[in-house]
C-alpha cells in the first residue's frame, strides 16, 4: 500500500468563471514518487475543515477586490502566504490518524473535479468507491488504522549533568515534568559505563529530589549521546559484550534507583561522529534490548532517542518493520531538531513539516517522522515529539528560510550541545555576533535582549530585531517561540502520541515553554 508523503503548494492559476478567483495547485507526492495535482479555491478548503470539524487555523478569510483584472492576482504576499497556510494545513490532516484516512480527505487531494464538494459526497462502503476518484488511487493513500486506547500524554524533559550549575536539582519544579531523562553516561571500550566528573553525584541528587518532591516524576539514564556513541557498536557485537553491557546498564538502574535506561545510539550502523559502525547494529540492538526487558521487567522505561527514520538495517535503509522493537519498548524519542544549522542561507532547525516545500529534506520533520515511524509499526501511542529549546544564530542578511541543508560542522547535529552554554551577559543589548555559528538557548535569547516577554506569556524581538532576523546587524536566529512550540504540541496530542520532550529543561526560560508544553497537552 502506497501512502501520501507529502502535500505541497507552490504554484496557482486564476479562473474567471463564475466570478473571478484563484485556483491553488495542489501536488500530492506519494510513496512511489508518483505526483498526482488537483485544483482547488479557497472556499473548497474552508468546506472541507466544516466538514471534517477540526481545529487547525487557516490562513485568515479577506475580501478580494475584483474589477477587471482583480487585484488578488496581483498581490504576491498574499497569495504566498495563503499558500503556505493551506499547505501546511493538508500536511496537518495527513499527518493526524483521525483525519488521514476520511474519505473526504482522500477525495479532496485526490480527485480532479476543479469543482469537487465534499458535501455532495456520494455514501461509500468497504467495497464501494466513488466514482468521482478511481479506485487505484483511494487504495494508494491512507487506511483506517485499529482504535487505539486513549493515550494520557507526558511532558518529559532531558536534563544534561553539565546544567547542574544553573538547574540545581533540589530547585527543580518535579511537577513541571513526568520523565526527566539524565545524559549523559557513555559505554567505554569494555563495555561498561563511563561519567563524566560529578555527574554520579549530580544523578543521585536527581534522583532523591525528585522522590523527596512526591511528584511522581520518572528519572532515566540516558546513556551515550552524539560524542558519546563511539563504543555502542562494539557493546552489542556478540552474546558476550552485549549480556555484559545489559547487565551493567541493570545494575546503573539498581544503584542509583532509576526508572528506566534511555539508549541514545547516534547511530546504528551510521557513523554519526566518525564511530565504528556494523551492518548488524540494528539486529544486535534489538537482541540488547530484549536483554534489558527481561532483566528489568515489565514496568520500567526503555526508549532510545532516534532520527527522523527508523533505524538503518543491514543494507544501510531504515528498517521497514521495527514492530519487534515496540513490542519491547516504552517509547521512542524522536529528536527533531538540528535539521539545519547556521548559515549564510539558514533553514528551520526543527520543522514542523515541510511546509513550503522547499526542504531539501523534506521528511525531515514532526510529520515526516511521525509518518515513517508508524509507518514501520512503531505505535503514534509511544512516539515522543522532540521539541528543541534552542535555535542556530546564522550570519545572514536573509529574510526568509531556505530549507537548505547546511548543518554546522562545529556544533552537536542532533541538538546536544557539548557542554554548558557561553556566559553573554557583556554583549550589548540585542547583538548576537558573538554567536554567528553557533547555537543560542530560548532563555538566553531572553537574557541578551533579543526577546522580551510579554503579558501575556508570549514574546516579541527587541533591540533592532524583527522576527529575529536584522539585516543591519546580519544577524538570522532560527528557534522556536511559544507558538511554534504549541502548534508541535498539538499536532503530538492531536496524532495520538505519547507526548513530548525538551532538548533541553536548562535553556528555558525558567518555564515559560515547558508551561506552554504542559498546557497544549491538557495538562496543568
Not at 2 to 24: A, D
Not at 205 to 230: C, D, E, F, M, P
Not at 483 to 492: L, M, T
Request: net charge positive; with cysteine.
Amino acid at each position: 500500500m502506497t501512502t501520501i508523503q507529502h502535500i505541497y503548494i507552490t504554484e496557482h492559476t486564476t479562473s474567471s468563471s463564475p466570478n473571478p478567483h484563484i485556483l491553488y495547485v495542489v501536488k500530492v507526492v506519494l510513496e512511489n514518487g508518483q505526483l498526482h495535482e488537483v485544483l482547488r479555491r479557497y472556499s473548497q478548503f474552508s468546506t472541507l475543515q466544516a466538514y471534517l470539524g477540526d481545529s487547525f487555523n487557516l490562513p485568515p478569510k479577506r475580501v478580494f477586490a475584483t474589477a477587471v483584472v482583480p487585484s488578488s492576482w496581483v498581490d504576491d504576499g498574499l497569495i504566498a502566504e495563503r499558500k503556505k497556510g493551506l499547505s501546511r494545513y493538508l500536511n496537518y490532516l495527513n499527518a493526524t490518524p483521525e483525519f488521514q484516512s476520511n474519505i473526504a480527505f482522500v477525495q479532496f487531494v485526490t480527485s480532479s473535479s476543479p469543482s469537487f464538494d465534499v458535501n455532495n459526497l456520494p455514501t461509500c462502503t468497504n467495497d464501494s468507491v466513488p466514482t468521482m476518484v478511481s479506485r487505484n488511487l483511494v487504495t494508494m493513500v491512507h487506511q483506517p488504522e485499529e482504535p487505539r486506547n486513549k493515550v494520557v500524554p507526558i511532558a518529559a524533559a532531558y536534563y544534561p549533568a553539565w546544567s547542574v550549575a544553573s538547574c540545581a536539582p533540589n530547585k527543580l519544579d518535579f511537577g513541571k515534568f513526568d520523565v526527566i531523562f539524565f545524559a549523559f553516561a557513555m559505554p567505554d571500550a569494555s563495555s561498561n559505563l563511563s561519567w563524566e566528573p560529578d555527574s554520579k553525584e549530580t544523578l543521585k541528587k536527581l534522583v532523591s529530589s525528585a522522590r523527596q518532591s512526591g511528584k511522581g516524576t520518572k528519572i532515566v539514564l540516558s546513556v551515550g549521546g552524539w560524542a558519546g556513541s563511539h563504543w555502542f557498536s562494539n557493546s552489542v557485537k556478540n552474546a558476550v559484550s552485549r549480556t555484559k553491557f545489559s547487565d551493567v546498564l541493570v545494575g546503573a538502574v539498581k544503584t542509583f534507583g532509576l526508572d528506566g535506561i534511555d539508549i541514545d545510539w547516534e547511530y546504528p550502523n551510521s557513523t554519526g561522529a566518525g564511530n565504528p559502525h556494523s551492518p548488524a547494529d540494528a539486529a544486535n540492538f534489538l537482541a540488547l534490548i530484549k536483554l534489558l526487558r527481561a532483566s528489568l521487567g515489565p514496568s520500567k522505561i526503555i526508549s532510545a532517542a532516534v532520527a527522523h527514520t527508523p533505524w538503518l538495517g543491514a543494507n544501510g535503509k531504515p528498517l521497514t518493520n521495527v514492530s519487534e522493537y515496540a513490542a519491547l519498548m516504552t517509547y521512542v524519542n524522536i529528536m527533531n531538531y538540528d535539521v539545519c544549522g547556521a548559515s549564510s542561507k539558514p533553514g528551520p532547525n526543527a520543522p514542523l513539516g515541510d511546509l513550503c516545500g522547499t526542504s531539501k529534506q523534506p521528511q525531515a520533520s514532526a510529520y515526516g517522522a511521525f509518518t515513517q515511524w508508524t509507518k514501520a509499526g512503531f505505535p503514534a501511542h509511544k512516539l515522543l515529539l522532540g521539541l528543541a529549546l534552542y535555535g542556530y544564530v546564522s550570519k545572514s542578511t536573509a529574510k526568509k528560510l531556505s530549507g537548505a541543508l547546511i548543518p554546522n560542522p562545529s556544533l552537536d547535529p542532533t541538538g546536544h550541545p557539548r557542554g554548558p552554554l557561553k556566559d553573554l551577559s557583556t554583549a550589548p543589548a540585542g547583538d548576537l555576533s558573538t554567536m554567528w555559528g553557533q547555537q543560542i538557548a530560548f532563555g538566553q535569547l531572553v537574557k541578551m535582549g533579543v526577546l522580551k516577554r510579554k503579558e501575556d506569556g508570549h514574546y516579541d524581538a527587541a533591540n533592532g530585531l524583527q522576527f529575529l532576523f536584522n539585516v543591519v546587524r546580519q544577524t538570522v536566529v532560527t528557534y522556536d517561540d511559544t507558538w511554534s512550540i504549541a502548534d508541535k504540541v498539538k499536532f503530538a496530542k492531536k496524532s495520538g502520541m505519547a507526548g513530548c520532550f525538551t532538548w533541553s529543561l536548562d535553556q528555558d526560560d525558567g518555564l515559560a515553554l515547558q508551561n506552554v508544553i504542559r498546557l497544549n497537552l491538557g495538562k496543568n
